[in-house]
């Protein structure tokens, strides 16, 4: 069996670790993938988002499955251009079609989702360059804080939550008519500002049935106590303390459940992962936001709890078999710090030398690439440590164990994950 895996993160190579325990020994392909992944299979040096140079790659290696990890090249319709091609319609693709995938590409078309289906979220109004004289008279009327969110792809940047009404009034003007984020900031939704503790909730469907993976919680900011800037996430854990039985039920009856009918009624082509980010609010849930795939890092908590072959589930998944499986999920906890170049997320430089990668600790790469047999850095998410315990606290001791070995220059990481907990 050949999978053709999208994408260069820890997710991804979280992905390759779990499918190399399959009893189906698959022949693993990555593009354009790590140095992490190159270790368990052949990365190909290809953008992601080229549907046609995925297509000759898909092909060419006799690929069965796609599996696609960022979010971008399902907003470009890599699933579409491979369910239409002559020679590869056969294969599955485990991402949704390229409408589905405005789930995440628009913030207005998932907040429109929601509202359509009756899903509990933040209420909202949205604006473009055109109506921005409305948008400064509507951020008069709410209260603050102040969310102002780009519509499009913003690479995780895209959310604005501000306190001060003449700042919110800036930001606003800066995205709309400077173009703040480019494209995706086109349209601007505002929203009310949900005050609560955030976690993640993943599904898979085949777009009939569906599973719910372990939930996990990420922490987003880049300094201690959850300040400073917002990252790409700096770490995670699973399962989630406060997320008892009561509270799960009420997200499976008023989220779950109207989130999977509505993408039927809608008529939306979802074979894949719902990400659905969550915050609760006193003893409710809200959803913030839709992702079309699995989040990083929490990939690296969650895959690692699944006990079933990973590549089964997913030939189950494209082949719409999900009906057939029971999913069966460790007991253990799990997990992952974050570790990120010095200047993350502003400037940073890589090419740092990584030592201390051998250890027997559970290392996930990132923002790696191996020259001439040294791994350097390549990004500014370089590599998660996941850890296992009886306890959240126990697994993050496990976690920050794993680290203590591994060195690079401007090395970064927050020692206080969890500390909400």
Known sequence: MNILILGNGGREHTFCWKLSQSTQQPNLFIAPGNAGTAQLGTNIDINPTDLEAIATAASSHAIDLILVGPEAPLVAGVHDHIANHPTLSHVPVIGPKEEAAQLEGSKAYAKAFMERHNIPTAPYKQFDAQSLNDGLAY?????????LKADGLAAGKGVLIIHELEEAKTALIDMLANKKFGAASEQVVIEGFLDGIELSCFVLTDGESHVTFPFAKDYKRIGEGDTGLNTG?????????????????KIQDRIITPTMEGLKKDQLDFVGFVFIGLIRVGDDPFVIEYNVRMGDPETQVVLPRIQNDMAALLLATGEKRLHEVALQI????????????GGYPETYEKGKAISGLTGDGLIFQAGTTDVDGQIVTNGGRV???????TDVQEALTAAYSNLSNISFEGMYFRKDLGFDL
């Open 233 to 249: 996430g700096m770490g995670a854990v699973s399962p989630v303390p406060f997320n008892d039985a009561v509270f799960k039920q």
């Open 383 to 389: 590599l998660a440590s996941t850890g296992f315990g």
């Open 330 to 341: 460790s007991d253990q906890a799990a997990a992952t710090v974050v570790s990120v170049a």
């Open 139 to 147: 951020l008069e009327t709410i209260p603050a804080p102040y969310v």
